[in-house]
């Protein structure tokens, strides 16, 4: 009946997933058979189902592996530390046919399997001197020299190794070798021996020829490697970066297209195949996988920015423009060390343009449906300018595509104001008189400006737009030389006339 127990106990082990749940029903089987045992074995077998599922609990762990310590030592002669007296070796042990009577109807590991697995624990709690030992007895020399190298034993691990190479030469210790002594020579010839078949030794040689920076190098023993193991997505990520270094666009997208095939959810993996398709000049390859590295990690501003980018190629203005909102939100909470970039110019331009021309396309056609989602884009545009005004010190660029976007929408208030605050922005930034592209646009504004103050036509108005002509055509002569001035000042000098011709009709 307890051999009956344990069976139920682990077939629900072996049919539900390993958490809490499943834990606490197998905790009442357990309680069932060390409650009322009569069975040496079936006890011990409980007793190790029940320390490994208290392996799981952190304030358990210490006790739970002492009981497998326990368990693993009563099947030896020899004096440990929960076997410390000869009386517990001699008479407290069941003779070998009671251990016997019942072990074919439970599942009761080897004692090397359980040391093993003892060893496994002790080295994840950090008792990794312990652990080596116990892989050590068990001939594990992979895991003796792993343990020996976190306690930071090299010496130890590489006299460990040494001594195996003097019994026999094998592809896996050469590899050990060389990743204790980092001298590559060793790692040739662990791929010697194995015939080009040790998938560590050619991973192994790839990270010293990539942190060498020996690209071309590294990538060819990494390939070597993943023909022998392609199931290695860390391995076929670093292929990738390399790829990108190169400039070997095709390599980097099969090695990333294969990480996301061995793992959906890496969403830097997503990103780099969104980038390299983006630098193919190949948008519509680019979103879907932009979409599935924002659903793993929406805090990258990288995949936005890359995003915004994509959609703009494809016209998804409504999209852009989310991607902007929330690129001036990583902004406005980031700290600035970040270097998150301000929005850039040519993409709210292209917004403003796509937005408004999708806008008189719906009009044209008088589709409803259309209209209205045009009218909620430009809605939504609007707030994206709101916002964008309200959150850090723009450059006259911004004022300028929002007065034309305002003008395009029929708002006249708000394109003044908007060519206003340009001029004044233009003003402020030093050294704006020294170059001949900004004098041009400030020309341009100030047209702009001249033509809203005669469209007003009142004397203030006159006046004032006269002050500011002749304040800015001042400040571009004083640099230049009288004797070859910008071609603008000729603009400035007829509007300037025009208004003081307009100025005396009032005087009369």
Same mark, same amino acid.
């Given at each position: ?18 958490d809490g749940l499943t834990g606490e029903q197998m905790g009442g089987y357990l309680a069932r058979v060390l409650n009322q045992h009569d069975d040496w074995m079936v006890y011990a077998t409980a007793l190790l189902e029940r320390a490994w599922l208290e392996c799981e609990r952190t304030h358990g762990r210490e006790r739970a592996i002492l009981q497998i310590q326990a368990l693993a030592d009563q099947h030896s002669n020899r004096l440990t530390l929960t076997q410390s007296t000869f009386k517990s070796v001699e008479d407290d042990s069941a003779p070998a046919q009671e251990r016997l009577r019942n072990i074919h109807g439970i599942v009761y590991p080897p004692r090397w399997d ?127 970066? &390399? /790829?990108?270094? %190169? =400039?070997?666009? #095709? $390599? @980097?997208?099969?090695?990333?297209? !294969? ?92 917004? &403003? /343009?796509?937005? %408004? =021309?999708?806008? #008189? $396309? @719906?009009?044209?056609?008088?589709? !409803? ?140």
């Amino acid at each position: 009946d307890q051999s009956i127990l344990l069976a139920l106990c682990l077939d629900v082990k072996n049919d539900n997933p390993m958490d809490g749940l499943t834990g606490e029903q197998m905790g009442g089987y357990l309680a069932r058979v060390l409650n009322q045992h009569d069975d040496w074995m079936v006890y011990a077998t409980a007793l190790l189902e029940r320390a490994w599922l208290e392996c799981e609990r952190t304030h358990g762990r210490e006790r739970a592996i002492l009981q497998i310590q326990a368990l693993a030592d009563q099947h030896s002669n020899r004096l440990t530390l929960t076997q410390s007296t000869f009386k517990s070796v001699e008479d407290d042990s069941a003779p070998a046919q009671e251990r016997l009577r019942n072990i074919h109807g439970i599942v009761y590991p080897p004692r090397w399997d359980m040391l093993r697995d003892l060893a496994e624990r002790y080295a994840k709690i950090g008792i990794v001197t312990s652990a080596a030992e116990m892989f050590e007895e068990l001939e594990l020399w992979d895991e003796v020299v792993e343990c020996y190298r976190i306690a930071g034993k090299e010496s130890k691990a590489e006299e460990v190794v040494r001594k195996r190479l003097a019994e026999k030469e094998t592809p896996r210790m050469y590899a050990a070798l060389g990743d204790l002594s980092g001298d590559p020579r060793y790692f040739e010839r662990s791929i010697e021996l194995s015939r080009g078949r040790f998938y560590d030794a050619h991973v192994a040689l790839g990270k010293f020829y990539f942190e060498k920076g020996e690209l071309r190098k590294a990538l060819k023993h990494f390939l070597d490697g993943l023909e022998i193991k392609p199931l290695m997505p860390n391995v076929w990520f670093r292929v990738g970066t &390399i /790829g990108m270094q %190169l =400039r070997e666009w #095709d $390599t @980097a997208l099969r090695a990333f297209s !294969e990480v996301v095939q061995q793992e959906p959810e890496e969403g830097d993996a997503w990103a780099n195949v969104a980038a390299i398709h983006m630098h193919n000049k190949n948008p519509a390859e680019a979103y879907p996988a932009l979409l599935e590295s924002l659903k793993q990690n929406r805090n990258n501003w990288r995949v936005w920015a890359t995003k915004l980018y994509a959609c703009i190629d494809l016209k998804k203005y409504d999209e852009a423009i989310q991607a902007c909102n929330q690129l001036l939100d990583m902004k406005a909470r980031r700290n600035a060390a970040e270097g998150i970039p301000p929005l850039e110019e040519r993409c709210i331009r292209a917004i &403003i /343009g796509g937005v %408004l =021309r999708n806008y #008189d $396309t @719906a009009r044209v056609s008088k589709d !409803e449906a259309c209209i209205s989602s045009s009218k909620r884009s430009l809605l939504r545009l609007r707030e994206l300018l709101d916002k964008m005004e309200s959150s850090s010190k723009l450059e006259p660029w911004f004022y300028e595509v929002s007065a034309y976007f305002n003008g395009q929408m029929g708002w006249q208030e708000d394109v003044f104001n908007d060519l206003m605050k340009e001029y004044r922005a233009m003003q402020s930034a030093p050294g704006w008189e020294a170059d001949p592209y900004r004098i041009h646009k400030m020309t341009l504004l100030m047209k702009d400006i001249f033509q809203w103050y005669l469209k007003d036509g009142s004397k203030e108005s006159l006046t004032k737009c006269k002050f500011m002509l002749s304040g800015v055509a001042k400040k571009i002569r004083n640099y230049f030389d009288p004797s070859d001035p910008p071609k603008e000042l000729a603009d400035f000098d007829a509007m300037i006339e025009k208004l003081n011709e307009l100025l005396m009709v009032f005087k009369k």
